[in-house]
Structure formats: C-alpha cells, structure tokens
C-alpha cells in the first residue's frame, strides 16, 4: 500500500475511533445529568413536543403530505426563488462576510491530532468526514421519517440525497470561499476594499441585466398581485430570462435533485448536482491556507465558554473593539438613562438613534415614492401589509430574542449591587435600551402598515377604525407593552438562573424541553397581563365613541390601555427590584 492510501486509510480509522468515543461519553453525560430535576423534566417535556407534532403526525398521516399538491404545483416558481436566495447567500459570502479560515476542532481534538504525523489535507478530510454525519442525519431525519419529500412530490430517498448534495455543497462552499478570502487577505485586498469591489460588482451586474432584459422587466399589475398564481408566473417569467437565468443556472444544478418528480428527472439532475460537489471538494483541498492557528484560538473560545457557564458566568464575552457612544452622557442625571447608554454600546454600533432616524426616513421616502405612482402603489400594498403583520411576531418573540442580553445583568449582578441603586433602578435600567430598541422596530413596522393599507384599493373603507389614529394609537400602546413583555423572561432570569445557565450553551431533548416550559410560561403570563389592559382599552373605546366620534375613540382606548399596561409594568418593576436587592448568583447556581 502506498503512503497516501495509508495516510487516508489512518484518517478513516482514528476519525471512527475518536466519533465512537465522543458520541458513547456524550450519550453517557446526558444520561448522568438526567438525575438532576430541571434536566428531567426539560427531557419529559422535550420528548413529548417531538413525539405529538412530528412522529405521531407522521403515523397518523399515514405516509402522506397535506401540501404535496400545493408544492408540486408551485414547483417551477419554488425551485427559481431558491435558486434567488442561494445566489444572495454566495454572494454576502464572497463579498461581506469576515474570519479567518478556520476548521471546527475541540481541544482534545487538537492535541490529539494537530502534532500526529497527518497533513494539513488529511485534517480537512478529518473535518470534512465529521461534518459528513451531521449532514446525513439531518437528511435521513427529515425524509425518511418526517416525509419532508413527499411535499415536493418525490420519494423520501430522492428527497434525502438530494438534500444531502446540496447540505454538502454549501459546506463545502463556505470552507472554499474562507480559504480564498484568507488568500486574497494575504495578498494584500483587505476587507474594505473586498466589500466595494463586491458593492460594485452586484451594481454592474444588476445594471447589465436590467439593460439586457429590458424588455422583460415591468412592474405587475393589479390584477397580478391580486392573483397568486399569476405572481408566480410573473417572477418565474423574470428569473427565467437571460442572462440572470445564466447567472442562476450554477445553484439551480445545485437544487435540481430536490425539485425532480420522477425517476428519469432525478437521475438526469443527479449528474450536475455532483458535478459540483466534487468541484468544490477539489477546490476545497487545492486552496487550503493556514488554519491551525485560527483553529486553535476558536477551540480556546469554545472552552472558555463552556468553562464560563459551568463557573456560572452564563456569558462570556471577549473583548471587542472601542465603539462610539449613542449620545453624549451627562455627568449627573438619572441613573437609568446611563444604563441605556452602556447598553446601546455594548449591543452594537448600529444602535444609534442617528441610524433610526435615517431607517425611519428612508422607509418612509420609499412608501412615498411607491404611493405616488399608480403602477407601484399595488405594490405596496402586497409587500407592506404582510410586513406589518409580521409585527405581531416580533411583538412576540422579540423579547425572548433579547433574553441572551439580559443574562449579561446576572453575570454582572455582583457588580451591579454593589453600586448605591435601589433595585428596581438596576431593573428598569436594564430593561429601557431593548425596549427602546424594540419599540423603534415596532413603529416601523406600524409605519409601513398604515402606508401600505392607505396604498390598497378600498382597504380604508373596510377597517372599523380610521388609520391614522389607530396607527397612533398603536404605537402608544408598543413601549409599556414591550417593556412589560420584556419583564417577563427577566424575571425567568432572576428566578430561575440554574435553568438558563444550561439552556444558554447546550444541547439535547432536555435543554429544549426547557425552552419550551419557559415559552408556554411566558405566552401564559403575558394573556394574563393583557386582559386588565384590553378591558380598559375597550371601555375607553366605548366612552370616546360615545362622547365623541371613532377617530377619538381610538385615541382614548389607546390611552386607557396604555394606562393600564404602564401600572402593570411598575408593579413588575417593583418585583424585580425586590428580587434584585435578595439575589446571590452563587447561591442561585446551585
């Protein structure tokens, strides 16, 4: 056997030793921690959640997929729009994203591996072989066992490698295109310069098709929007002219296995589909670059991490770079606006009341634009009135989203009591910069609502309130709503940080399972909240219509909710100090 066969073969055999071993001790911890009650009943509640909505609808199914015909029937459009969004994802890949090039390995891993006598391309190929399982068994999970092919009209097996070539090709992709921004990094094009170069390829491009399909390109027309199916014909139509079908064909090869409906189809697809896998594994292998050391400073974060939430430090953060300060800080005032100030710089640079105010300006220019012209004013009306339902969503989930921030308050808790605040100042300074931060996204999603409901043909006539004031009536209601929403998984932090040091880095049935209690507790408390503000709301309704006329009745119900909802948020305020002002972090943990 020559030296290459055995390195590879030794590759195989230590990979199937080392995945043997760490798969039998991390079965073995799950198992062990099960012993402890807030593990327990995450896994009892985990278990149940994936045996009701997916195993035991897939037996009662009986094999068959409710939207099999609805998906089949829409394929060609389905299979144009992702081939879209695969070419989006390349493209930020290429042009925006940063990082060096670097492989997932443990510690262990590590020093296992890295000072053994294997090459750079035999530990890719140990990388690639690991990530191989995962794929598989996403794949096999959700064809075999959920039907997921039977939406598209195709058998579970076409269904699992067909996902599997396109799982592979993207990883694949995404490991060849760090290795070559890592090359391009070293030959002297930094990421600034990367980023225009990507800028003023996409306005080129964008701008030669439009010349080139000039004659294709129109906006839709009413009876088209109002038209599903004739929708789909008219995008499908534009993503199908050339040259952007040029452009598209590459990720379409890529996904044509997934949208085939029979044998002969599937076959005939399979041969480009695997074309470009083993193009991509060729280009992966050819243009590797330095990754151990990349590889190791991202194992050492990984432990530190974990070492972090064992320690009870539910969120270790490495240092980042100075960022500029939201607005300037007065050296007396109140103490919670200096709370909002630290936490608008440690969310981000993009939390500047200047960016809100150019988001805010531009959205509502391009409303403007879109209303002031017959032909785009339908379009307005499709696109807005969709966002702005999605409000109800964010309404929902957001506060949950920015729990992982809130977690930050109780590692800092220490700190934070030892400051002469009340602890109700620490609660209501913690939670104002997300709440604001939420606020700001929900008036702008009422802000495209009532532009796009304005838009629509006879929608104004139809709502049982004027616009305007409902939209301003919405958004005095959103602050002391999301703030109170916010009170919630704060409070789950407070009572409860043992539960939320696990969920925050593990994995499992169990850690779902307690993500779910958290969730159903936290949609049962907040119904629970909001029956004192919409019985007020509705007797404001009542009164200002009684007295006045609808356009005030909006305006008082508004109020009186608001009202409501800002008592509620005091007296949840004033728990959570009080709880504040007992907690002992070291305590808690155990």
């Given at each position: ?522 949609v049962v408390t907040l119904l629970v909240a909001a029956i004192p503000a919409a019985l007020l709301g509705g ?52």
């Amino acid at each position: 056997m020559n030296a290459p066969a055995a390195r590879r073969g030794a590759v195989v055999s230590v990979f199937v030793w080392l995945q043997a071993i760490s798969a039998y001790n991390r079965v073995r911890a799950r198992l062990r921690r099960l012993r402890q009650p807030k593990y327990l009943l995450g896994a009892l509640a985990g278990g149940a959640y994936v045996y009701f909505f997916f195993f035991r609808q897939v037996a009662s199914r009986g094999g068959a997929h409710p939207g099999a015909s609805v998906l089949s029937f829409q394929t060609p459009f389905v299979a144009s729009l992702a081939a879209l969004v695969l070419a989006v994802l390349a493209f930020v890949q290429w042009g925006f994203l940063d990082g060096r090039a670097k492989l997932a390995f443990s510690e262990a891993e590590i020093a296992f591996l890295f000072p053994a006598p294997l090459t750079r391309t035999s530990l890719i190929h140990f990388a690639l072989l690991r990530s191989q399982l995962a794929i598989l068994f996403s794949s096999i999970l959700m064809s075999v066992l959920l039907h997921r092919g039977r939406a598209l009209g195709i058998g579970s097996l076409h269904y699992a490698l067909g996902l599997w070539l396109l799982l592979s090709t993207l990883s694949l992709h995404r490991l060849g295109a760090a290795f070559t921004r890592e090359r391009w990094l070293r030959m002297g094009l930094r990421s600034r310069r990367r980023r225009w170069l990507a800028a003023l390829v996409l306005v080129l491009t964008m701008a030669a098709c439009a010349w080139w399909m000039r004659g294709v390109l129109h906006w839709p027309s009413a009876d088209d929007l109002a038209d599903g199916a004739a929708m789909r014909a008219w995008a499908t139509g534009i993503l199908g002219a050339a040259p952007l079908s040029w452009l598209l064909m590459p990720f379409g090869w890529v996904l044509a296995p997934l949208f085939t409906t029979d044998d002969a189809a599937f076959v005939r697809a399979l041969g480009p589909a695997l074309a470009l896998l083993v193009a991509h594994y060729l280009w992966v292998v050819r243009a590797q670059v330095s990754f151990e050391d990349a590889a190791i400073a991202h194992a050492r974060r990984l432990a530190e991490r974990l070492a972090a939430a064992r320690a009870g430090r539910i969120d270790q953060r490495t240092p980042t770079r100075p960022r500029r300060e939201p607005f300037r800080l007065a050296a007396r005032g109140w103490a919670v606006i200096a709370f909002m100030w630290k936490n608008l710089i440690a969310m981000g640079p993009f939390y500047h009341p200047r960016s809100g105010v150019i988001v805010f300006a531009g959205v509502f220019a391009l409303c403007r634009w879109m209303d002031a012209d017959p032909l785009r004013r339908p379009i307005l009306a499709a696109v807005g009135i969709p966002i702005a339902l999605s409000g109800a969503w964010i309404a929902l989930m957001g506060p949950m989203i920015y729990q992982s921030r809130l977690r930050r308050t109780i590692e800092q808790m220490d700190i934070l009591k030892a400051m002469p605040l009340r602890g109700w100042q620490i609660a209501l300074g913690e939670l104002l910069a997300p709440a604001a931060v939420l606020s700001a996204v929900a008036w702008l999603i009422v802000l495209i609502g009532e532009q796009a409901i304005m838009a629509a043909p006879g929608a104004a006539a139809h709502l049982p309130l004027p616009i305007v004031p409902a939209a301003i009536g919405v958004g005095l209601i959103v602050p002391p709503l999301l703030a109170l929403m916010l009170c919630l998984p704060f409070a789950g932090l407070l009572w409860f940080p043992a539960w939320t040091a696990s969920g925050a880095s593990g994995r499992g049935f169990e850690v779902m399972g307690q993500r779910l209690l958290v969730l159903a507790a936290y949609v049962v408390t907040l119904l629970v909240a909001a029956i004192p503000a919409a019985l007020l709301g509705g007797l404001g309704y009542l009164l200002g219509h009684w007295l006045a006329a609808p356009t005030l009745a909006a305006l008082a119900a508004a109020l009186l909710a608001g009202a409501a909802l800002v008592f509620e948020l005091a007296c949840a305020v004033d728990l959570l100090g009080r709880r504040i002002d007992r907690f002992d972090l070291s305590q808690e943990l155990r």
